[in-house]
């Protein structure tokens, strides 16, 4: 089983950035679609990006396109969402997940979690 560790969330006040990382373990991963999902307090969790095996395609929520970028590193293990232009709605713990058939936004379909990292946005 893969595991996950998310790392890079923090405190940041709106309109600023940050830059998340997921190292997995295995040596697998690019067998692996990578999705990213978050979860607000009081509110189910939720898609918000993921990217195909080779990182060629990659995919988001209507609520964070044109501001979150997700890329991955296969050589590293590693998948990054860079996340620009944070709002105080974008608070939430956010997690990375595998899935070794092609992605989805139903966080049902994914086979294994990171315990997540916080995200804070200040207005």
Not at 30 to 42: C, L, V
Not at 58 to 68: H, I, N
Not at 94 to 110: F, I, K, L, N, W
Request: with cysteine.
């Amino acid at each position: 089983q893969v595991q996950l560790v998310e790392s890079g969330g923090g405190l940041v006040q709106a309109g600023g950035s940050l830059r998340l990382s997921c190292v997995a373990s295995g040596r697998t991963f690019s067998s692996y679609a990578m999705g990213w999902f978050r979860q607000a307090p009081g509110k189910e969790r939720e898609f918000a990006a993921a990217i195909s095996r080779g990182g060629g395609t990659s995919y988001y929520a209507d609520s964070v396109k044109g501001r979150f970028t997700i890329s991955r590193d296969n050589a590293k293990n590693t998948v990054y969402p860079q996340m620009n232009g944070l709002k105080p709605e974008d608070t939430a713990i956010y997690y990375c997940a595998v899935r070794s058939r092609a992605h989805s936004e139903s966080p049902q379909a994914y086979d294994s979690w990171g315990q997540g990292t916080q995200v804070t946005v200040s207005s």
